[in-house]
């Protein structure tokens, strides 16, 4: 009978000096998962790397599994974070100046550590925190979709709910295949390009209308 993962934490970091240990800890399990992989991560070596006891760790954490799901929380923490800011940010702004911000705020959160998203990406199933990236994902549905229904009169879509789905998937996929898989579109040279591509699909979808774009 497999063994049930343990990913929650044995206690919160209140003081100082328990939440320096703890930021040594998920930084240390950063390193290690980035340059020895997941399989050869071990609590000893994450230990090891951050400069603590394994009895200091095992205070805070009752496994690697426990380490790598606060490491993907905090990560996507940060990236939904970025989102938020710049989804308030353009608020009040036109859909073309939305639209590119939306783009390039998209690159930078998968610029946070590209490295380290690649491999958090692949251990999110098997640490079991997809309700927590489905529940960021759909926090993301929701400011697009406030954002569309605050600016209706720029566009020309009905269901705002697939308006949103469509964007928020078709940015994330674009950028986060870029980032990962294809860097050099997102050179110095050729990033404003790329925002420029991404941000007119987008446009086109919601001015065009997806029916009118199929009798094309």
Not at 73 to 86: F, I, K, P
Not at 183 to 201: K, M
């Amino acid at each position: 009978m497999a063994r049930k993962l343990q990913t929650n934490p044995r206690k919160s970091a209140s003081q100082e000096r328990s939440r320096a240990t703890v930021d040594a800890l998920l930084e240390a399990t950063a390193r290690v998962l980035m340059k020895e992989g997941y399989d050869r991560a071990s609590t000893n070596r994450i230990a090891e790397v951050a400069g603590v006891s394994i009895g200091s760790l095992y205070q805070y954490f009752p496994s690697k599994e426990a380490l790598v799901a606060a490491v993907i929380d905090r990560h996507t923490q940060e990236v939904s974070q970025l989102t938020r800011n710049a989804l308030v940010k353009v608020a009040a702004r036109p859909i073309e100046v939305a639209a590119r911000e939306f783009v390039s705020v998209a690159i930078d959160a998968h610029r946070i550590n590209p490295k380290l998203h690649g491999v958090l990406a692949e251990q999110i199933p098997r640490i079991g925190r997809l309700e927590n990236i489905e529940a960021n994902q759909q926090e993301a549905y929701a400011l697009v979709r406030g954002y569309l229904e605050a600016h209706q009169d720029e566009i020309d879509v009905a269901d705002l709910d697939l308006a949103a789905f469509i964007c928020v998937t078709s940015v994330e996929a674009l950028t986060h295949g870029a980032v990962l898989h294809n860097p050099e579109l997102l050179a110095p040279n050729r990033v404003d390009r790329f925002i420029e591509e991404a941000s007119r699909l987008i446009l086109r979808y919601l001015r065009s209308g997806a029916s009118d774009l199929l009798r094309r």
